[in-house]
Every structure is written in C-alpha cells, then in structure tokens.
Nanobody
Framework: QVQLVESGGGLVQAGGSLKLSCTAS?????MNWYRQTPGNERDFVAG???????NYADSVKSRFTISRDDATNTDYLQMDSLKPEDTATYYC?????????????WGQGTHVTVYS
C-alpha cells in the first residue's frame, strides 16, 4: 500500500496559476491526477509514466503540465490559465506493481476553486 500526500490546492482568480504536488511513500509505475465535482464522476486530468511520457485530458492541454521527481517520488501538476470550470477536488493517483498485479492508490484530494 502506497500512501499519497497531496498539497497545493486553494482559491485563485481565473487566469491565475496553482501548483499541486503529490508525494508517494513508495515507487509508482505511473502517477496521475484526476478531478471530481459534486455529483459527477472522477475524470482523468493528466498522467506521467516513467519520467517523461505524459498524457492530458483535452480540456487541460496546453494549460496544465505534469512532471515528476523520481528522487522524492513526487509529482507536480502545474496549472496555468485557470478557468472557473477547473474548480474541483483534485486527486492524486499512483499505479504500483506488486506480485505481478497493478494497484491504484489514491490521495485524500485537494480542492481547487477558480473564481471569475
């Protein structure tokens, strides 16, 4: 079981920036960010495999950047040009491999509010 600790959420005006971080207690094969608003499903936002293979939801491409520091098992989500529709609870996800099986591990969530 990998523990994830997130930080960096908060309140920001539209057009502004926030940087989320997620530190894992162990090594993860992939690290991702999802977000969720009340009454809706948790949606994929961005992911990174290894050190450099990244993937983004269309809604955040060119505005969000995911990166990873393997030395500290930490990944970051730099969010620029934020929009009110980015308001959500953001969850860190780490995919770990143990005994030949992949497992999803989730953080507790950090809330982001973007006001216009």
């Amino acid at each position: 079981q990998v523990q994830l600790v997130e930080s960096g959420g908060g309140l920001v005006q539209a057009g502004g920036s926030l940087k989320l971080s997620c530190t894992a207690s162990g090594r993860a094969s992939a690290m991702n960010w999802y977000r969720q608003t009340p009454g809706n499903e948790r949606d994929f936002v961005a992911g990174i495999i290894g050190g450099s293979s990244t993937n983004y939801a269309d809604s955040v491409k060119s505005r969000f950047t995911i990166s990873r520091d393997d030395a500290t098992n930490t990944d970051y989500l730099q969010m620029d040009s934020l929009k009110p529709e980015d308001t959500a609870t953001y969850y860190c996800n780490a995919v770990t491999l143990k005994d030949g099986h992949y497992k999803n591990n989730w953080g507790q969530g950090t809330h982001v509010t973007v006001y216009s």
